[in-house]
């Protein structure tokens, strides 16, 4: 009796390699070591007080059923209403579709454009997940290398030369995982012209919006009201764990992605939803910019850092909390780099393996999500490691 | 400009009709309207008290953060104890994944098994979602027509007869939807077997396990430790807004729907993790046993008063919380009677058509998901519509 084979997919599919890396931190942890988690993309920072208090009146309330599919009418506006009163752009809620998490929204996005064999237009390196959606839809992720050159985004030109009869959509994250920078508003524009032209859909992951300190924040759905926009409550709002996004979809795709999200999830959390509702009360928004310049303050002094301990920093990071820096004076072999200072000094940072493209194997992605002191006490204890 | 076409993947998957009909519904409500649901598959019970107050706790303890792919392990042992102390089933932690609702779990293992083109059997009529999330990884459904002869349930003789050499799967689920019958052990058992033998999964959905009101609650899992078993703290629990199910999978298939899962979802919602912890205390026990109780009352008073209006009940229910009612002698068409039973009489049900199978135009399901009061109500004004 043969275990039946498991789907071909799963050869397309990675798993994160920080994920080894990560359980032999906690091991390490377990067993009495102080290690600095500067591996993971989730802030320090608590879910902001009054949002835990919404969640927990809404479960007072007994806000424990399903909602619509797409969220409850009241999130859906106020998320509406903050495209309105922050940047500056007219989104009808019934564009909305409130999803668990960012991942949700991809993974509708995706399912409702992609046939088998359709092609995504994608930086390389990228967000990994980014790529195994497509592939979970039988899509194929058309990779394309980036660099500094570039600030690490496509361009019209890279997207114009990888085009083909089946590109169904191009993605583009700003600011951008794992390295933190943004895509030029022209350059965004004339890659929106060009799918806007040519029939193919912008996908663009703005889940960092917000956590901007250089350039501006802005959302794609300022020039092109036909983009596809995934956002999440998980990184400005601090939510991970409530598994909370959004997407600002077309017209003309909302009754698919509705058919969709009923199939595939019911609806989103109910307390998360309500909850959420306090995201956008001024208290809350006054805190997580008090906690974006604690970031800026955290990214400035880590870039710096870096660089004074002969790591090459090829593209400033502009948003996010990540600095992705190439290790090669250092090592030829960034994973093991990687795992040795973990064993030997209790620091953990991700392999750009990770994210694939040019020069992964010599690079690295530091997360500035622990305290000042705590980044401080890394460097101390990555230049002990460089030094011996 | 022409809008880029969506995945073939949506000619294949319907809305639920049940959904225009709830809209409809809802619209009268706001219009001052008395509507009675015995559409919806939500229990009016709210969340057990112990669970909800689990889950302040939880919010107030901070647990607001990613958890592990597959769940805290205290909540993925806890799953597994209760397999051992009420379904006397020794069950590993590490083969139980907790996922975003029963929903999660389908999607991971489907897209854990399924390449393009394989063949999954169920039965027909079935939970549609089970169907459309076989085509959403392009998987084939092949539905077999069920009927009274066999309790509405496939049987190895009809699950031998469509085998084929795509077929990767066949899934049963019992207590069933929208039936509320039981496979017979015997039978399934002899799937299990033909599944064994030819190397495919057995997948059964038990999220209606507990809410069994005549033949044995059981898990399949304690005659075929290799089968695929998907569950929810929805249905019994009373759980549906927290959105939290789980998987038991054989051992072979976790790595794989560990990848998935950590690229699908992250991590299911942490506070209704914990809040579920408090699912299997002996408080929570005795209440959701009580509300059992008072759902067979409901059961067999709707059982009898739909037979005495002259619907017919092919297959007695034995669980879950519907009634599945051949309407003929009142409509040729059960989505009108459904339709105009609603505007006339404001009493919301669903028509069998959602679900399929033979006679399903004729059908309907009515859900006991309301009170007893409400039931009697609603049993006199479907007389009072049908004699008029």
Known sequence: MPTPPLANRLHHIEPFRVMALLARAKALEAAGRDVI?????EPDFPTPPAIVEAGIR????GHTSYTPALGIPLLRQAIADFYADHYGVAIPAAQVAVTPGASGALQLALSALLSPGDEVILS????????????????VPIMVDVGPA?????????VAAHWSARTKAVMVASPA??????IAPDEL????QLCQERGAVLIVDEIYQGLVYDGPDRSVLSSHAGALVINSFSKYFQMTGWRLGWMVAPEYM???IEKLAMNAFLSPSAPSQYAALAAFEPDTLRL????????????????????ALGFDIPAPPQGAFYVYADARRHTRHAEQFAADLLEAHYVAVTPGIDFGGPGADQALRFAYTTSLPRLQEAIQRIKTFIDS
Do not use: W
Not at 58 to 61: E, G, I
Not at 124 to 139: A, V
Not at 288 to 307: I, N, P
């Open 37 to 41: 988690h500067m591996e993971i993309g």
């Open 58 to 61: 809404a479960l007072q309330a």
């Open 124 to 139: 390389n390196p990228t967000y990994p997940c980014n790529r195994h959606f497509i592939q979970m839809f039988e899509g």
């Open 150 to 158: 570039e600030n690490y985004q496509l361009t019209a030109a890279k």
């Open 177 to 182: 995982n794992p390295t933190g920078t943004l």
């Open 189 to 192: 524009d004339r890659i929106g």
């Open 254 to 256: 909302m009754p698919a």
């Open 288 to 307: 997580v910019e008090s906690r974006r310049q604690a970031l800026r303050a955290r990214r400035d002094y880590l870039t710096h850092a870096l660089l």
